[in-house]
């Protein structure tokens, strides 16, 4: 165990309390979370700095007050469940839901424009041309 904290240290750029100490190990995929292979598993570095920080294994998500995936400053860090997981996400703008303005034929993307569409958000604009479309396409065939 103390092995496994010194070499997940020795993977950390840290500073002082306030600034966000960065991740420079392994990334587990695009969303620049650190990855650290901790008792016999995968574990998010961030995870692992709050469990160190805590000695405890987190209920819920552990969640960056900074929003910056790579900082595994325990200063940083709180647990939260699903929906503070997404609130922050769309409050820290990492959420890649949130950054999209317009659909892909470029109508803007708002809540008057964007709803659900047979259980998926789609453009209501787009929907609507493809639905008249296909009533013209039904209408000329009969």
Request: include cysteine; charged fraction near 25%; glycine fraction near 10%.
């Amino acid at each position: 165990m103390a092995n496994e904290v010194a070499r997940f240290w020795s993977k950390v750029s840290k500073g002082s309390p306030d600034e966000c100490w960065l991740w420079t190990g392994a990334k587990g995929n695009s969303s620049g979370h650190g990855v650290f292979w901790a008792e016999g598993r995968n574990r998010g570095a961030h995870v692992y700095s709050w469990m160190l920080a805590n000695a405890a294994i987190p209920k819920l998500s552990i969640l960056h007050r900074c929003g910056r995936p790579a900082c595994v400053n325990p200063n940083h860090l709180y647990e939260g469940n699903a929906r503070d997981n997404a609130l922050d996400s769309v409050a820290h703008g990492t959420n890649f839901r949130a950054k999209r303005t317009k659909c892909e034929n470029g109508h803007p993307w708002t809540r008057e424009t964007a709803g659900r569409v047979y259980g998926y958000r789609r453009c209501l604009v787009c929907h609507r041309q493809r639905q008249r479309k296909y009533r013209e396409e039904r209408r000329g065939s009969k």
